[in-house]
């Protein structure tokens, strides 16, 4: 029975991107019966720069990594954060070994049967990455993804839709995870996407706990997370706390949430983010994976808007569909959903 090798983000020092990584891993091998590992793409400076060149990508994106490493050089927590979160691959997960460009993912590549990217906002156009679409794999080799987002609620520009097109020709199945996204591929394609739950959706709550850390002691806390930095996020925790007599307790991932002035849980790993997340009376938060893990660990949460509506790259479509969803399914039936899609496509069959 051939193997499977997944390629997501795994190194952008984020909770959820670590977490809907380990689920899809997890999942898979459950589902169909087949060992799979996922490709630990590490993409080098000079890989970096041949992509940014090579997708007409903004070279803001450069600005942003800078950032991020300027918040782990200032912060001893955020340094441990960025150990911790390799520490839970080592732990829960198989991956292969660095590859730090195409030809080495090539290398790590060809001993699967099957290449499967997914999820996260791997084909975001903003970033686009022609490695996240498989194009390293080699003849006969089977590709598909699962639960991909493309981030933006609007149409990329035509050159970047055309290289979208011209590198998911040869999937044999595709799943997205937004309903606009799905839309947006048959436009930029021609081709049909099922829509389909994010992989944290494809555990159930005690799978979740089974993996989840100590929850923090003391009185009952209102958890904040933000990924993104906005002076309105805070003036929205005092609010909360004052309204619900809850005290804040900060996740801290910007330069900002650091300076907050409120108590902080960082440095932790994955399994402590989940632990947070359970003992909370309540997450208040801007990011999509926190929204559905607390909606899975059954935490009351409020949602704030990261973008601003009608930005043409706004991120906000992912979570308005999850939360269209939960108006009119619960988060079981989207684990059986996602769980039937990988038993039938990805076919359990004896080699």
């Known amino acids: 029975m051939g193997s499977v090798g997944i390629l997501t983000f795994l190194h952008n020092d984020n909770y959820g991107s670590a977490l809907q990584a380990y689920a899809l891993q997890r999942a898979v091998r459950e589902e169909t019966g087949r060992e799979c590992e996922h490709l630990d793409y590490q993409p080098d400076a000079a890989e970096k720069i ?3 060149l090579r997708s007409g990508n903004s070279p803001k994106l450069i600005l942003e990594g800078l950032r991020k490493k300027s918040v782990r050089a200032e912060q ?19 991956l292969s070994v660095p590859c730090r460009n195409g030809r080495e993912l090539r290398e790590a590549g060809r001993r699967h049967e099957i290449l499967l990217c997914g999820s996260d906002q791997i084909w975001n156009p903003v970033w686009l990455n022609q ?5 390293f ?29 011209r590198w998911t020709a ?30 944290v959706c494809l555990l159930s709550p005690a799978e979740w706990l089974e993996i989840a850390g100590d929850s923090p ?54 399994e402590g983010f989940l632990g947070a997340i359970r003992g909370a009376a309540r997450l208040m938060t801007d990011s999509f994976h926190g929204l559905v893990l607390a909606t899975i660990l059954g935490t009351p949460v409020t949602l ?9 790259e706004s991120r906000n479509s992912r979570a308005d569909h999850f939360l269209r969803l939960m108006k009119t399914r619960g988060t079981d039936a989207l684990r059986e959903q996602g769980r039937d899609w990988l038993r039938r496509t990805i076919k359990h069959e004896e080699a």
Request: with cysteine.
């Open 50 to 52: 041949r992509n940014l």
């Open 76 to 94: 001893a927590e955020a340094r441990q954060k960025s150990r911790e979160i390799p520490e839970f691959y080592a732990r829960r997960m198989r």
């Open 131 to 135: 490695n996240y679409f498989l194009t």
């Open 137 to 165: 794999g080699e003849k006969g080799q089977r590709k598909m993804a699962y639960a991909t987002s493309l981030g933006v609620s609007s149409l990329p520009p035509e050159n970047k839709g055309k290289m979208i097109r």
């Open 170 to 199: 040869d999937f044999e199945a595709v799943s997205i995870r937004e309903e606009e996204g799905a839309t947006l591929f048959r436009q930029m394609t021609g081709r049909e996407a099922q829509v389909m739950p994010d992989p």
């Open 217 to 270: 002691a003391g009185d009952p806390y209102l958890l904040c997370y933000f990924i993104g930095a906005n002076a309105q996020y805070w003036k929205e925790t005092e609010r909360l706390s004052r309204e619900t007599g809850l005290r804040p307790l900060v996740v801290p991932v910007t330069a900002e949430s650091y300076r907050s002035g409120h108590a902080m849980l960082g440095g932790m790993g994955p």
């Open 304 to 312: 704030l808007r990261r973008d601003r509506d009608g930005d043409p």
